[in-house]
């Protein structure tokens, strides 16, 4: 069965600290990979996707993620965290149907 | 921007009574969806609807819940008799015509759903 499996429950950076988040899926095929973001209050918005190509992409707010075949995983990185990043992280796969598998999210907060 | 819009943003309702949670999606869009996310646990797809029809439904979308598009701009999930565990945040979606798998689900900023 697909998953998705975010290892960190809990991360907290300094501002101006680079940042990684780790995700890690199962899946047979070529995976649609995504990364949301959900501030306090707020729904989740769309960072970055990868479908294929380039296995390096770049999204929104300065946030890039590395597709790893070898590795499964799709990272997400940050060279320099600002106080605004202090959300939680969704990585997620999507399947042919349009439904999303979530992993169960990473809260990243940004210390002074 | 267009956006995808949900309320109430909170509800409280007592153990066995019917909620209706409604959305309205981006306009041109076709595809809707409902995701919970338990407190502390992963969000969780419910179901996904288009051309008038439920297209996919998880299990836990049993036989209490449904979904209608009432009209052009509303998709609405009714729960019909409310369980304690039933308390999450909801979540609608939708998307654009296209290739499903890597069309981009825009989401709405979710209900919390009480039940006590």
């Known amino acids: 069965a697909q998953s998705v499996t975010q290892p960190d429950i809990h991360i907290t950076v300094s501002e101006g600290a680079s940042l990684e988040l780790r995700c890690n899926y199962s899946?047979?095929?070529?995976?649609?990979l995504f990364w949301y973001v959900q501030s306090p209050g707020q729904g989740l918005q769309l960072l970055l996707k990868?479908?294929?190509?380039?296995?390096l992409v770049q999204g929104i707010k300065g946030f890039e993620a590395e597709f790893k075949r070898s590795q499964s995983s799709f990272n997400l990185r940050k060279p320099s965290v600002h106080w605004s990043d202090a959300a939680e992280y969704f990585c997620?796969?999507?399947?042919?149907?349009?439904?999303?598998?979530f992993g169960q999210g990473t809260t990243l907060q940004v210390k002074p | 921007e267009p956006e995808v819009t949900q309320t109430p943003s909170h509800q409280v309702t007592q153990m066995g009574q019917e909620v209706i949670l409604r959305c309205v999606p981006i306009?041109?869009?076709?595809?809707f969806y409902w995701y919970r996310q338990i407190l502390g646990q992963k969000v969780e797809f419910l179901v996904s609807?288009?051309?008038?029809?439920?297209?996919?439904k998880s299990e836990i979308f049993d036989d209490q819940f449904s979904v209608e598009r009432p009209d052009g701009s509303n998709f609405t999930l009714k729960i019909r008799s409310t369980k304690l565990e039933d308390s999450a945040m909801y979540f609608c979606?939708?998307?654009?015509?296209?290739?499903?798998?890597?069309?981009?689900?825009?989401f709405g900023q979710g209900t919390r759903l009480t039940v006590v």
């Open positions: 899946y047979g095929a070529t995976p649609y």
């Open positions: 609807f288009y051309n008038n029809e439920i297209s996919e």
């Open positions: 979606a939708s998307s654009e015509p296209g290739r499903r798998a890597d069309t981009e689900a825009f």
């Open positions: 997620a796969v999507g399947q042919d149907t349009g439904k999303l598998i």
């Open positions: 990868y479908f294929s190509g380039d296995t």
């Open positions: 306009s041109n869009h076709l595809y």
